[in-house]
């Protein structure tokens, strides 16, 4: 191999943006560019010798091996380090070219997608299964056992609806992440929570649960109406559900001294959560109880709704709790329109 021909086949792995290996065929002459060297984690200054040193994961050397032997192009993913890497090998006349792509954001968001779906069919799979039971026993008992009618038909009622919260937070989960640029506009967050609280009212009144609220008169954000009222919905809404009788539930709001924040705090003296399971509670369908989540209509989504919609607008959501004793959530958005804002 001549010195002209290795600095031709440098300049020509250089030249490609994606991380790039160019190898002799014999194995021994390669050429290797920064972003292969960081994708592959070969470390800086460690000099590959040979194309084993650089090529050490077994499926990357066997699919080597394999063009050389076919000529046929291949694809491949492989692990490596933390990284998931789409490889490319492929002949390039007597040399072997080795593209690597950088496909780990991909491969989680894939990830999720699938985890999603499966979730998803999961919890719809659970009441529909019910509602057929429950349609079969009813068509059994209405001729043999009439009495029974009234106490199925409300179970089917209580199935039905169990599958009608679903849908809501299901579509306010997609809305949220399929939207394009966001379209911020001036929103007064204290009316608005006051309105949400409001709301609330007859069900904290039945489930024996006080309301304190305590908000400025005006505080405008740049913000979306619908998403700011499902974030104070969900919390409010847990903040009651997960409480006992007697208990209460306040929510706060204030501007920050920066002048650059406001914080919305929904605070309860509920039944708490344990410290073990405060890392988990804002995944998708994740319930710390999932029988008391049922039986109350929940759906294991309204926290990471809230998530979403908070990180959306360039907020944050923290959670403190205790158990036994109550729960705060503590959501901080910006009074200016986030550079983060998508
Ligand atoms: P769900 O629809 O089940 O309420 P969320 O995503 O809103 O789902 O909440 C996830 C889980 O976190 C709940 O199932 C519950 O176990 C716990 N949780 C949420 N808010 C509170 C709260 N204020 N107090 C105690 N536990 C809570």
Do not use: W
């Not at 999603?116 to 057929?132: D, G, R, W, Y």
């Amino acid at each position: 191999m001549t010195a002209r021909h290795r600095s031709r086949r440098r300049e020509l792995v250089e030249s490609i943006a994606q991380g790039a290996v160019l190898l002799s065929d014999d194995g021994q002459g390669f050429a290797i560019n920064e972003a292969a060297r960081e994708l592959l984690a070969i470390p800086e200054g460690a000099r590959a010798r040979t194309a084993e040193d650089v090529l050490t994961h077994p499926a990357l050397a066997e699919a080597v091996d394999d063009v050389l032997d076919t000529a046929q192009p291949v694809t491949l993913e492989i692990d490596r380090a933390e990284a998931r890497l789409r490889v490319n090998v492929s002949m390039l006349r007597d040399e072997v070219l080795v593209l690597i792509t950088d496909r780990t954001e991909e491969h989680r968001v894939d990830e999720l997608r699938r985890d999603f779906v499966v979730n998803a069919s999961h919890e719809l799979k659970t009441p529909v299964t019910s509602i057929q039971a429950l349609a079969e026993a009813l068509s059994v008992v209405c001729h043999e056992q009439p009495e029974r009618v009234p106490e199925l038909v409300g179970q089917l009622g209580d199935e039905a609806a169990r599958l009608a919260a679903l849908v809501p937070d299901l579509l306010d989960l997609r809305r949220l992440e399929e939207r394009g640029p966001l379209e911020l506009a001036s929103v007064d967050l204290a009316e608005l929570v006051r309105r949400v609280v409001a709301n609330q009212i007859d069900r904290a009144e039945d489930l024996e649960v006080g309301l304190v609220v305590d908000v400025p008169s005006e505080v405008e954000i740049p913000g979306i109406v619908g998403d700011l009222q499902v974030v104070v919905r969900n919390l409010v809404r847990n903040a009651l559900t997960y409480n006992r009788a007697g208990g209460t539930v306040e929510v706060r709001l204030r501007t920050l001294d920066d002048d650059d924040t406001v914080e919305l705090v929904v605070a309860d003296t509920g039944v708490g959560i344990a410290s073990s399971e405060l890392p988990r509670i804002f995944e998708r369908f994740y319930r710390v109880d999932p029988a008391r989540s049922r039986a109350t209509g929940g759906t294991g989504l309204g926290l990471s709704i809230v998530r979403h919609a908070v990180e959306n607008l360039g907020g944050s959501v923290e959670v403190a709790s205790q158990l036994g004793d109550g729960t705060s959530f503590t959501v901080r958005l910006p009074t200016v329109r986030p550079a983060t804002a998508r």
